[in-house]
Structure formats: structure tokens, C-alpha cells
């Protein structure tokens, strides 16, 4: 009876799909492509051979090199790691974990186009990539209707509750 923790997976994939305010772009519903602000750690999940999301885009907003964070959560049955690099050098990411376990890392980056793989044994040439592209662009959220001051010049109309 494995059929609850799938549902409960489906209602938090469906609940990080609301929180948007990516400034346009394909969505990344199913996961494929995500984009995210400055700051914004990257949640990630890993399984035999892949990453779910397989691309991320980070709208740092700045030409200068920042901090990218991310989180890994191993949902398959075998150890793995997330590592960022570019021309074939390392240039941070997680440790190899357990399955069920969930590990944190971090790299500087500049913007650029950067390759997302699992170190572990051949999980990589199995497809274990994905891809993280660091722009220059800068994200900007729409005011939270629910701060102090009230203001709700653009917070969608009929959504006060008493």
C-alpha cells in the first residue's frame, strides 16, 4: 500500500507549482525547468539515473559572481551527490548520501551555463545531468498581500478573507 505517500508527493508538487512569480517563462510544472530568484535555495530531488528538476535557471541579478545554494533529497535506493561544474572543474555540491537522506551544498557562480551531475560511479554517463544557467537578470516578486501596510495595488482582486 504505497499509494499515500505518492498522493502526498503529488500535493506537494502541486502546492510548490503555486508559489510562481518567476516572471514569465514555460512554468516548469512537471519539474523539467525551473527558474528561481537570488538567494532562492534550489530544491532537488535525485532517483536512478536522474535529477528532477533536469534545468534550473538562477536570476541572480548581477554580473558578479554569487552564492547558489541547493538541497538534494535522495529518493532512490542508491547513494548519490549534486556537483556543479564547468569545463570539467568542480566547483562545489553536495557529499554522497544515503537513500531517504537529504544533503545541502552550495557554489559560486558568475553567470554562465553550468553542467549538474552525480559524481557516484557512472551515475553521470547513465544520465544522472542536468543543467543550471546563472543570468544576469533580476526576479522580482509581487507584493504579499498579507504584509503590514496593505497595500494591494496588483494582489488579484477578490481574495480578502475576514
Known amino acids: 500500500m504505497r499509494k499515500p505517500p505518492p498522493a502526498a508527493l503529488v500535493a506537494v508538487l502541486a502546492l510548490a507549482g503555486c508559489g510562481g512569480g518567476d516572471d514569465g517563462g514555460d512554468g516548469g510544472q512537471k519539474g523539467d525547468a ?6 532562492q535555495p534550489i530544491a532537488f530531488g535525485a532517483t536512478e539515473y536522474s535529477f528532477e528538476p533536469k534545468t534550473v535557471t538562477v536570476n541572480a541579478g548581477t554580473s558578479k559572481p554569487s552564492v547558489v545554494r541547493f538541497v538534494l533529497r535522495n529518493n532512490g535506493s542508491l547513494a548519490h551527490d549534486l556537483h ?9 555540491g553536495t557529499p554522497i548520501f544515503a537513500p531517504g537522506k537529504t ?3 552550495q557554489a559560486t557562480l558568475g553567470p554562465g551555463t553550468y553542467e ?13 545531468k542536468g543543467t543550471l544557467v546563472v543570468t544576469t537578470k533580476k526576479t522580482t516578486r509581487p507584493a504579499d498581500p498579507d504584509a503590514a501596510g496593505g497595500e494591494d495595488k496588483d494582489a488579484g482582486g477578490e481574495s480578502e478573507e475576514p
Do not use: I, P, R
Open 84 to 92: 556543479v561544474e564547468k569545463d570539467g572543474q568542480d566547483l562545489g
Open 103 to 105: 544533503e545541502s551544498g
Open 34 to 39: 525551473v527558474t528561481v530568484g537570488h538567494n
Open 116 to 128: 549538474l551531475l552525480c559524481t557516484v560511479g557512472d551515475h553521470a554517463a547513465l544520465g544522472m
